[in-house]
């Protein structure tokens, strides 16, 4: 008996601790953002970022975290706190992610996630915007004379990640083509790139970026090559838990202000210098003009704090993406006026 | 009397005031956590329901017992996984068992060479965490195989490479007929035994069961070939070029070799901790009991078989119940490697693409805890079955 009581008084104290734990987050519809104050509260923006994917989001070896989508939290955290560098970064498997953001262990989840119905319509998320316009590709052995899709024959063999659209895609392509098809699907991409490595599959099929970013890690990079076709449309972009509409405006409009510092031509180093411009867009972009963090609780600097010291989405893509050799062509991650689709609503 | 029987002077009651409120804290604490959840997955927009299991899933599995493909549903895809991790748990305990049965006997051998291998073995494997073998068997092992075009040949049959273990297909005609045959043979094979034991205690003869038991199980599926029209062919793999330098074989079946590498590592791993309890086992019973049964004119092999074994087996059995628990529960690392066990599939895949955490989660553990129970059920019983049965 007696033991059966310590029993239950273990079982009664930890079953206390979880409900404690699971208080922290959750948004009321109102006015009132209890995601931002309790971020206010804590002094940094919890950000689920992912395990390490080089370009989006990646630690180096004193556990820096650098990327487009590390940048998102950046902004978000300058924005609200005053400091880019108050984030806590937590890095999460494509099967964690969703959880973690709604049950409150993260406020921010930006790692590469695509934007779809089901998953913004029915499982308590909301998608914010998109930070990089990708599509799923495949990559295969130069020598081994596969030089489009429609080169892929019965039994081959592809490997990926589990748990991501870029599964159900190669399902979706692989049935259209009709091809029978081995699908070997991994929860980390380090397992996928070293399969593939082995010789274990004939393909790797995942987001074009991804696939660029994880050919640096093979043991032999020039040996393969990523075919040109795109089998799907991959909008990736930040997430935020559903119900709570001012963190979500935050988020979003910290992202849409990257972009539109970028076709402004605002940067981290002019952007203080700009606030007596002629342009009343720069000079709202920068806090001269109108009254528009006040829209969020926030002051009226956000943007230009944002802009300071992360900079605009053209120098984050460029530190990130195209000097470290992943994609040096921005393609449709261009702007709008330069021939691209990044287009944001206007900052008014 | 009745009254007396309701009050708190009644031993009877006053024993059962303490269950009873046990059983009211252990409620309270469970609705306390349902409303939590279902309060919280309210505010955040989170429905809760398993209507999603008859919902297409519509990603492939790339090894799979039963007929699958995306357009089935979730429902049947946990099936799928199920029966992936059965697979894998059998063959893991099956191989475990033999290769700690003999590790444990070698252990206890006179032979110094062999003595010290078995030791060196299992210090050695039970040493190490069970996810890092898993690892070198799949990512070390695996890279040291040759690819299709160079596979490792067996007399043109089969043939072993990088993408896993490519063997004849089998190809029945009138399958059922053969089952039904091997059903008759183990019937026949249980009443003989039955009759010789008799034969035995009644008269003291001792007949040859073993080879008639072998005779009886080749002979009747043989007869159900002969006469009832069972035939058995075979299809071979057969290389075939996928591109310049990829090759492929088709027609046969496919094992794969996340497959092989997961068994390998669990059945390793496992026959470390089995071959410790057949060595304690062993050494459990006691000298004078061997010199016993020599003494009234047993031979070798009889000492072993009806002497020894009884006594260790009822050693050995309980903690074995606990390590082919743990090899079924330790089946589920198979996500590092892809291998599309319960957990790759329904834990992670079906989780992900559907969102739906909680159901999914208390879906998986339950069938955990039933696979495991089933196990204890089983090994309880046979465990009842050696123990001592007290006159």
Redesign the interface.
């Known amino acids: 008996m007696i033991k059966s009581i310590k029993t239950w008084i273990l079982v009664g104290f930890t079953s206390l601790l979880l409900v404690a734990c699971g208080q922290g987050g959750g948004g009321s519809g109102s006015k009132k953002s209890k995601t931002l104050d309790n971020t206010k509260k804590a002094g940094f923006v919890k950000c689920g970022v992912s395990q390490g994917l080089p370009g989006f989001s990646n630690a180096d070896a004193s556990g820096n975290w650098s990327g487009i989508d590390v940048d998102v939290c950046r902004a978000v955290a300058a924005a609200v706190l005053g400091d880019a560098d108050k984030v806590k970064y937590t890095p999460l498997s494509a099967a964690e992610r969703f959880t973690a953001l709604t049950s409150g262990e993260i406020d921010v989840l930006a790692r590469n996630t695509t934007w779809t119905l089901s998953r913004d319509a029915d499982i308590g998320l909301t998608f914010v915007g998109v930070n990089f316009y990708d599509g799923q590709g495949f990559m295969v052995r130069k020598n081994s004379g596969i030089n489009s899709v429609n080169d892929f024959k019965d039994g081959i063999s592809a490997c990926t990640n589990t748990g991501t659209t870029t599964e159900l895609n190669m399902r979706d392509f692989f049935n259209s083509k009709n091809i029978k098809y081995e699908p070997i699907a991994f929860e980390k991409a380090d397992e996928v790139v070293q399969a593939y490595d082995a010789g274990r599959c004939d393909t790797y099929t995942t987001d074009k970026s991804g696939l660029a970013a994880q050919r640096t890690k093979l043991s032999a990079p020039n040996d393969h090559k990523v075919l040109p076709e795109t089998i799907s449309k991959e909008p990736l972009g930040p997430v935020v838990r559903q119900g709570d509409s001012v963190w979500e405006d935050i988020v979003r409009w910290s992202l849409n202000t990257m972009i539109e510092a970028e076709e402004y031509g605002v940067n981290s180093s002019n952007a203080s210098s700009l606030k007596d411009s002629d342009n009343p867009a720069i000079k709202r972009l920068v806090g001269a003009e109108g009254e528009l963090g006040a829209a969020f609780g926030l002051d009226n600097d956000w943007s230009l704090r944002i802009i300071e010291q992360v900079g605009n989405y053209g120098e984050s893509y460029k530190k990130h993406i195209a000097d470290t050799g992943i994609l040096p062509n921005r393609g449709p991650n261009e702007l709008w006026t330069k021939g691209g689709i990044l287009y944001v609503p206007p900052a008014r | 009397m009745n009254l007396k029987k309701l009050s708190i002077e009644n031993k009877k009651i006053r024993d059962l005031i ?1 269950q009873a409120l ?1 059983i009211l ?2 409620l309270s ?1 469970i609705i ?2 349902a409303t ?1 959840a279902q309060i ?2 309210g ?4 429905s809760f329901g398993f209507g999603f299991l008859s919902q297409e899933a ?5 090894f799979s017992l039963i007929e699958f ?2 357009s089935y549903s979730y429902g049947r895809a946990f099936l799928v996984g199920l029966l992936n991790t059965i697979l894998v748990s059998i063959i893991g305990i099956f191989l475990a068992t033999i290769l700690g049965v003999i590790v444990g006997v070698a252990r206890l051998s006179n032979n110094y060479l062999i003595a010290k291998t078995a030791e060196w073995y299992v210090e050695i494997f039970r040493n190490i965490p069970l996810i890092l073998q898993i690892f070198f068997w799949y ?1 070390a092992a ?2 040291a195989l040759p ?1 299709p075009e160079n596979a490792i040949n067996f007399y043109d049959v089969s043939y072993l490479t ?2 896993g273990w490519y063997i004849p297909k089998f190809v029945w005609i009138n399958f059922d007929i053969f089952c039904y045959s091997l059903i008759l043979a183990f019937i026949s094979i249980y009443f003989l035994n039955r009759y010789a034991k008799k034969q035995r205690e009644e008269f003291g003869k001792i007949l040859p069961t073993f080879t008639l038991s072998l005779g009886i199980l080749i002979s009747i599926p043989l007869l159900s070939f002969l006469l009832l029209g069972v035939s058995l062919s075979f299809d071979y793999p057969e290389l ?1 070029q ?5 090759y ?1 074989y ?1 027609n046969g079946v ?1 094992i ?3 497959l092989i590498a997961l068994a390998l590592a669990l059945s390793m791993y496992t026959a470390t901790f089995i071959a410790e309890n057949v060595r304690a086992g062993v050494m459990g019973v006691g000298k004078g009991q061997k010199e016993a049964a020599a003494s009234i004119g047993l031979n070798k092999g009889q000492i072993l078989k009806l002497v020894v074994m009884p006594q260790a087996l009822r050693i050995i059995i309980p903690p074995t119940t606990n390590q082919y628990l743990n090899l079924t529960k330790n089946s589920s690392l198979a ?4 291998y ?1 066990d319960m957990v ?1 599939v329904f834990a ?2 079906a ?7 909680i159901e999914i989660i208390s879906i998986t553990m339950l069938t955990y805890l039933s696979l495991s129970i089933s196990i204890s059920i089983l090994m309880n019983w046979y465990n009842k079955k050696m123990a001592i049965k007290e006159k």
């Open positions: 303490p046990t804290a252990l604490v306390y956590f939590n919280n997955m505010n955040r927009g989170i519509s990603f492939d599995i790339a493909d995306g990512f695996l890279r690819s990088i993408k075939k996928l591109s310049e330098t990829s492929t088709e496919s794969i070799p996340e996500a590092a490697i892809a599309p790759l992670k895949t989780l992900m693409q559907t969102g739906r955490a």
